[in-house]
């Protein structure tokens, strides 16, 4: 069986405005995905029926607020297939999830331990560690990529050693698109006892994340790249160590007992989330990873495959174009240059044609530095994607390149 | 060459009826500019843009500012010309008085021309006024 595009599309009611004259091709999906109708609901629905802070009232609405809540964290737990419910921590996206993580180790590294990361980052897995190193007097070190995009698998393997306190990678590339084989590389690095983060911003929108598989410490990603509202992402650490590690923010709900001068903490998950947290927003994300799991996911990733190599191709034909990024394994981006037109300008005359697309950097200035170029022209694809969106886009582009030539 | 006045740019933007010739018309308008060669292009003089660069240079003659300004991408380029043309050869005063705000609605910037955001063009506004102010 494979995905029905045309109904999912009718759950998605952005997908059918209008941006000037023309429909919608919304093909900026890297950096944020729309929301079914579903996650829309549960936000409006949680706001109009049932709004209390979870935890602590003595009535009602806040035991509702709060099953809701709960059940949310159960609907990500088993998304992800995590061992304990309590693993999943809310946080506001991936990057507090990762400074969360940075933090916390900051405190634990000494001078002469490493970190190791890889060209591929984007700042949110770069800066974070960079800074944990400085503070500590640890060693950062990053591990190359071949040109097409794809991680040098040996020289990673040649950085790994029992100096190496922590591995953070990308399970797919922002910029790029690359899937890196997150699961081989984590055995290597638990082997050298090293515990391993994965940055799933970009993993988690195409499915099949199994935490309890790859056999890492850390996963973390956002809410809003998987269906989900802004403002909400997920922390998944293994109890073990989540439970002894640094506390992040300190305040309400993180504490056990308090007197003026002391405090102690409280039992996972809450011990990581001080504060009234986001519970519309993680609602909302339930909601979402609800949703999303009524997909087939086999269904899910030939879709857009599919759409990836009918761009590519159609990519590989115009006179000019150089696509950025060309790993085996890869999903979902297909960030490029046109020759004699910059990003920048491609980007505004796309969107004057409903085209959605990013353009820039990528949030990644030094593997735009590496592979040498200022920054790309980057369409990235989701499920509600069709393959007439794609022919839209290079419809498009010819039109930008009548344009600037 | 000689960059029309902002008054012009207003009746020739006025008198297109599709996007395309804006574009093109504000692109053309970015040609008028020379552009920084490669060694002038240098970081204390880069406004940085979050899609693309812009370089400033300014100097002052009998109390007139003179710009240069050179972008990576031609329509942010164009999009500095009209700001040029209302700045170019003012006197502080001048450039402090005149009202860019007013000028970019009447371009109607916010419907047919790409808008401010994030090319820059806030940024190089800022910067002129700022060097103004501290003359």
Known sequence: ?405 | MQLPGTDEIIDDLAFFDDWEQRYQYIIDLGKHLPGLPETERTPERLVKGCQSNVWLIANQQDGRFQFEVDSDAVIVQGLLALVLAAYNDKSAQAILDFDIDGYFTELDLENHITPTRGNGLRAIVAKIKGMAQAA
């Open chain 1, 1 to 405: 069986m494979s995905l029905d595009v045309a109904a999912l599309r009718e759950q998605f009611p952005i997908l059918h405005r209008r941006v000037g004259n023309n429909p919608l091709v919304y093909l900026d999906n890297a950096a944020t995905t729309q929301k079914p109708q579903v996650v829309i609901d549960a936000l409006v629905d949680f706001y109009t029926q049932c709004n209390a802070n979870v935890h602590r009232g003595a009535h009602q609405l806040s035991d509702e607020a709060t099953r809701r809540y709960e059940h949310a964290r159960d609907s990500v737990a088993r998304f992800i297939n995590a061992a304990y419910r309590e693993e999943v921590i809310w946080t506001s996206g991936t990057t507090e999830a990762i400074n969360i993580v940075a933090n916390g180790l900051a405190q634990l590294l000494r001078e002469g331990d490493e970190v190791l990361v890889t060209e591929l980052e984007h700042h949110a897995n770069l800066v974070t560690w960079q800074q944990a190193c400085r503070r500590s007097g640890a060693t950062l070190n990053v591990a190359p990529i071949f040109d097409s995009g794809e991680l040098d698998t040996d020289a990673f393997l040649q950085l790994l050693s029992d100096k190496t306190r922590m591995v953070a990678m990308p399970h797919v590339s922002n910029a790029l698109g690359t899937v890196n084989p997150v699961k081989a590389l984590t055995a290597r690095a638990k082997e050298k006892g090293a515990l391993v983060l994965i940055d799933g911003a970009q993993g988690i929108a195409h499915g099949n994340v199994d935490v309890s598989d790859i056999g890492c410490d850390f996963y973390a990603f956002s809410g809003h790249k998987l269906f989900g509202p802004t403002g909400i992402g997920v922390l998944w650490g293994r109890k073990t160590v989540l439970e002894d590690w640094p506390v992040w923010q300190t305040g309400g709900e993180m504490i056990q007992d308090v007197s003026y001068h002391e405090a102690t903490w409280g039992a996972l998950p809450n011990r990581l989330e001080a504060g009234t947290p986001n519970i519309a927003g993680a609602i909302g994300l339930g909601a979402a990873v609800d949703w999303f799991s009524t997909l087939n996911i086999s269904d899910v990733q030939a879709h857009e495959q599919h759409l990836l190599r009918y761009a590519t191709e159609q990519a590989n034909a115009v006179d000019g174009m150089r696509l950025i990024g060309t790993a085996p394994d890869k999903i979902g981006v297909m960030s490029f240059l046109l020759e004699g037109a910059h990003p920048a300008d491609i980007g505004f005359i796309l969107d004057k044609q409903g085209v959605a697309i990013r353009t820039g950097d990528n949030c990644a200035q030094p593997l735009m530095k590496r592979l040498g170029i200022p920054g790309t022209a980057r369409a990235s694809f989701s499920v509600y994607n069709t393959t007439e969106e794609v022919d839209v886009l290079f419809k498009a582009l010819n039109k930008a390149k009548m344009m600037l030539a």
